[in-house]
C-alpha cells in the first residue's frame, strides 16, 4: 500500500480532531460542573437523568400546592382560634350579666362590647387569603356573609370543596365551608344577635339562656378547628416526606450527572500537553507540504 501525503495529513488531522474534541469535552465538564452534558456524553446516563429531573419538576409542583395549602390552612386556623377567643368573651359577659347584682346601665355597656364582637366575627368570616374568600365555597369573589340589618345575615356559600394535589392521586381538601362553621349545627351570629338583644332589653332570663348557646358555638367551632388542625398536621407530613424524597433523588441526580471535578481538571492537564505534542510531532511529520492539503 502506498502511503501518499495526503493519506498522511488526513491521518494527521484526524488525530488532532480527536484530540480537540476530548479537551473541549474535558473544558465543558470543568466550566459546567458535569459529567453528562448532552445524550452522547452517556446516553444510559442521560435517561437516568432526564427521569430524575421530571420526578424533581414534580415533586417542586407537590410542593409549591403543599405552600399555598398550609398558608390557606393556617389561616383558617388563626380566623376560627379568634372566633372562638370572641365566643369565650361573649360567655364571659352573658354570665356576668345574667347576675341580678348588675344594672341597666352595666348591660347597656356591655351589649355595646357584643356588638363589636360581632362586627368582629362578622370581619373575620369574611377573611380572604389572597383574593379569595376562605369560607365562601368555590364562590371565592363573593363575600360569603353580608347583613339585611345589624342582625340579620344572609350568606352566599356554597358546598364546593376546594383541594390540592400533594401527591401522585392524592388529593387534599383545604377549605372549610362557611356555612357548616358558623352558620349549621349552631348559628354563631344569631346567638351572639340574641345575647345583644337580651342586654338591650335588660332581661335576666334571655341573658342567662345565651349562656349553654354561646358553649355550644364555642364547642363547634373547637371541633371545626381540630379538622383543619388534623389537615394542617397531614400536609406538614406529606411536605416533610417530599423534602425528604426529593433530597434523596437529587443525591441520585448529582451521582449520575455530576463531574468529579478534580479527575477531570487532572485529565484536561493531560489532555492539553497531549494536544501540544501531537501538534508539534505533526508539524515535523509534513512538514513542507502540510499547508498544500489544508487548502
Known amino acids: 500500500m502506498r502511503v501518499s501525503n495526503r493519506l498522511i495529513a488526513n491521518t494527521v488531522n484526524s488525530n488532532l480532531f480527536k484530540n480537540t474534541d476530548r479537551l473541549l469535552d474535558l473544558q465543558t465538564m470543568v466550566s459546567s460542573g458535569k459529567r453528562v452534558n448532552k445524550p452522547s456524553d452517556d446516553p444510559i446516563s442521560m435517561g437516568r437523568i432526564l427521569d430524575y429531573r421530571t420526578t424533581l419538576a414534580s415533586v417542586d409542583q407537590y410542593g409549591r400546592n403543599i405552600s399555598n395549602g398550609k398558608a390557606w390552612l393556617n389561616l383558617t386556623d388563626s380566623v376560627l382560634g379568634s372566633i372562638?377567643?370572641?365566643?369565650?368573651?361573649?360567655?364571659e359577659l352573658s354570665i356576668y350579666?345574667?347576675?341580678?347584682?348588675?344594672?341597666?346601665?352595666?348591660?347597656?355597656i356591655a351589649s355595646e362590647e357584643v356588638k363589636n364582637i360581632f362586627d368582629q366575627v362578622m370581619a373575620l368570616a369574611n377573611t380572604k387569603q389572597g383574593n379569595s374568600y376562605l369560607f365562601a365555597g368555590f364562590n371565592t369573589d363573593t363575600p360569603p356573609f353580608d347583613r339585611d340589618d345589624f342582625y340579620n345575615i344572609t350568606h352566599s356559600v356554597d358546598n364546593g370543596d376546594i383541594d390540592i394535589v400533594i401527591g401522585v392521586d392524592v388529593r387534599l381538601n383545604i377549605n372549610t365551608n362557611g356555612d357548616d362553621a358558623f352558620i349549621n349545627n349552631v348559628n354563631i351570629f344569631e346567638v351572639i344577635g340574641d345575647l345583644n338583644t337580651a342586654l338591650e332589653a335588660d332581661d335576666t332570663n334571655a341573658i342567662a339562656n345565651q349562656i349553654e348557646e354561646l358553649e355550644n358555638a364555642l364547642n363547634h367551632i373547637l371541633i371545626v378547628r381540630a379538622n383543619t388542625g388534623a389537615r394542617l398536621n397531614r400536609i406538614e407530613s406529606t411536605e416533610n416526606h417530599w423534602a425528604d424524597f426529593k433530597l434523596n433523588i437529587q443525591t441520585q441526580l448529582s451521582n449520575e450527572e455530576d463531574a468529579d471535578i478534580m479527575k477531570v481538571v487532572s485529565d484536561m492537564i493531560a489532555q492539553e500537553a497531549a494536544y501540544k505534542a501531537s501538534l508539534a510531532a505533526s508539524a515535523k511529520i509534513i512538514q513542507p507540504s502540510l499547508i498544500d492539503f489544508i487548502r
Open 97 to 108: 350579666q345574667a347576675s341580678d347584682t348588675n344594672s341597666p346601665d352595666d348591660r347597656r
Open 84 to 91: 372562638g377567643d370572641l365566643v369565650i368573651r361573649a360567655k
